[in-house]
């Protein structure tokens, strides 16, 4: 069977938002906008209480969009997210849509271990994966993502607009002319605040896919 990459995301503390309705339609937004750029098997959508998830053809896209949903998400939302590389298969039932198979294993393991992670200390810590093939590089993807966690947590609001247009194919000028500053103050931005790196490292996941 072919690999896929499952995705479960969920909010944190959404019980302590002050506007829980405002937050789920800053929440459906930004899935929306991920979605589009993202070109998922099963588009991401909310599913029951805080969380939501999706289908990606490879572990390249459901990294890139996780990338893509922190940077819109800009502090407005707070969100762990689980990604699993496995299979996936129907299950008979009166209610449509209900899946099964390693990839939503792996990726409800993934999640649970953000959250283990997280109380043990690791506070920027948003994203993990694990797969049910000993083939995928498990290791070296978390250590990315470690790293990348890190990088966006320290990045300011401007930094994640330019971070997230990028990702869904703006170039520098016209993120540029959005910002209202130079496309060299916007290539610099990219360039220090670690933004070229993610982006390579994102793309050299995506090549091993």
């Known amino acids: 069977m ?18 829980r309705s405002r937050l789920q339609r800053q929440l459906e937004r930004s899935l929306a906008l991920a979605n589009k750029s993202a070109g998922p098997i099963e588009p991401l959508r909310p599913t029951v209480g805080d969380e939501f998830q999706g289908v990606f053809r490879t572990l390249g896209d459901a990294i890139r969009v996780t990338t893509i949903l922190q940077a819109l998400f800009a502090g407005e939302v707070d969100a762990r997210f689980g990604i699993g590389l496995g299979t996936r298969s129907p299950v008979e039932s009166s209610v449509a849509g209900i899946e099964d198979g390693s990839a939503w294993w792996s990726a409800r393991e993934a ?13 920027y810590l948003r994203t993990w994966f694990a797969a049910a093939s000993a083939e995928a590089s498990v290791s070296a993807v978390n250590a990315y993502l470690v790293s990348r966690d890190q990088i966006l947590s320290q990045l300011d609001d401007r ?9 869904r194919g703006s170039t520098q000028r016209s993120i540029a002319e959005a910002e209202g500053i130079s496309q ?7 360039s220090r605040r670690g933004i070229n790196a993610l982006l390579l490292g994102m793309e050299l996941i995506a090549g091993a896919d």
Not at 159 to 167: E, G, K, N, P, V
Request: a positive charge; aromatic letters at 0%; hydrophobic letters at 45%.
């Open 111 to 123: 999640i649970v271990e953000v959250k283990s992670r997280q109380v043990k200390g690791s506070r």
């Open 184 to 190: 060299s103050a916007v290539s610099q931005t990219m």
């Open 159 to 167: 930094a994640l607009r330019i971070l997230s247009s990028s990702l």
């Open 2 to 19: 072919t690999l896929v990459a499952a995705l479960i995301g969920d909010i944190v503390d959404s019980r302590k938002s002050p506007d």
